[in-house]
């Protein structure tokens, strides 16, 4: 622990200690681990250009004022209260644990799991209350003591700082609280998924007061972030239908504004082209086949700007 922290301070020295280029926004992503495949390809879906190979703490990014610091997730929270960094992505669920000065700016869309109480498969619970006078293994006490107290539970919170799942069998712990995301990891240690605390997903987060130049690059980031995020909800769809159909099509197609309506070289045919969300994507196709519509196409979109 010790060793650990001695590193992470001098790793912040050597960050802040280097010519501070105030013109350039300093963005904190985890340097391996779940989050930095999807941190790096959304940044370069954004235009900002990041050479590969991430062996450096620090890198200038090409197309966009910036520098990418590479770092443990855990530490990101801190990074950015502190304002070594201006911003960080980072889960959700380790911004509530570390519960540093920070704010979320923007939910992500990636690194999507949940904070779960798991039990052993043996011992069926009837309700959250009997987790009373329990012992809980987990590495996430902040936020589990928070959901005890809550719900008016009292049971007795055992920090470790990995594989949390075989604490029940090892008799460590009644119960545990973990992250989940397929399930794989209970199943395999016996545990059943018994309550969720939290849902959390990679989330962008702002520390201190930015200088104007840092806030203009911060506003240029988001608004390309959530065009990214946009084009992702959403399909282009193409179909063709008879003319008398069109005005029963057309219902079903929301979309940002009235659909394009093209007549096709066919007499008495056209060509119908709209945005449709992802949410509700196989009921909206299933009424425009129902409503006449012939050979749809769907093609995913790359950014969306309004
Ligand atoms: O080295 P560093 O400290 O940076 O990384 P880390 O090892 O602490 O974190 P890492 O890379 O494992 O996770 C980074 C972030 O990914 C987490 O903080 C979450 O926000 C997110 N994330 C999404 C997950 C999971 N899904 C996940 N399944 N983080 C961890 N897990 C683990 C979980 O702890 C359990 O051991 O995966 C196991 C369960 O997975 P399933 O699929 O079997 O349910
Ligand atoms: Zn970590």
């Known amino acids: 622990m010790a060793k650990i922290s001695k590193e992470k301070n001098q790793n912040k020295k050597k960050i802040a200690s280097k010519e501070q280029s105030t ?128 719900n008016k539970i009292n049971a007795d919170i055992h920090i470790i700082s990995g594989s949390v799942e075989i604490a029940p069998r090892i008799g460590l712990a009644d119960a545990i609280c973990d992250l989940v995301s397929s399930g794989s990891t209970l199943f395999s240690n016996e545990l059943y998924e018994f309550e969720t605390i939290l849902k959390s997903e990679a989330v962008l987060i702002l520390g201190k007061q930015l200088t104007q130049k840092r806030k203009e690059l911060l506003e240029k980031l988001l608004f390309r972030i959530r065009a990214v995020k946009k084009a992702k909800n959403n399909k282009y769809v193409l179909l063709n239908a008879p003319n008398n159909k069109i005005k029963e099509i057309t219902k079903y197609l929301p979309g940002l504004n009235s659909p394009t309506i093209v007549p096709l070289a066919k007499e008495g045919w056209s060509s119908v082209h709209s945005v449709i969300s992802e949410s509700d994507f196989w009921n909206v196709i299933e009424k425009l086949k129902e409503a006449g519509a012939e050979g749809i196409l769907i093609i995913p979109i790359e950014k969306m700007i309004e």
């Open 23 to 150: 013109h350039l926004l300093r963005i904190a992503i985890q340097k391996s681990g779940r989050l930095s495949e999807d941190s790096i390809k959304l940044l370069k879906e954004c235009g900002v250009g990041i050479a590969n190979g991430n062996n450096q703490l620090k890198i200038k990014t090409e197309n966009f004022d910036a520098e990418i610091l590479f770092l443990r997730d855990d530490d990101i929270p801190e990074y950015v209260a502190d304002g070594v960094a201006d911003i960080g992505f980072v889960g959700e669920n380790v911004v509530l644990e570390k519960n540093k000065d920070t704010q979320i700016v923007e939910r992500l869309g990636y690194g999507r799991c949940r904070l779960s109480i798991a039990l052993p498969k043996s011992k069926k619970q009837i309700n959250i209350q009997s987790l009373e006078g329990k012992k809980i293994a987990t590495s996430y006490p902040v936020i589990l003591k928070k959901w005890l107290r809550q």
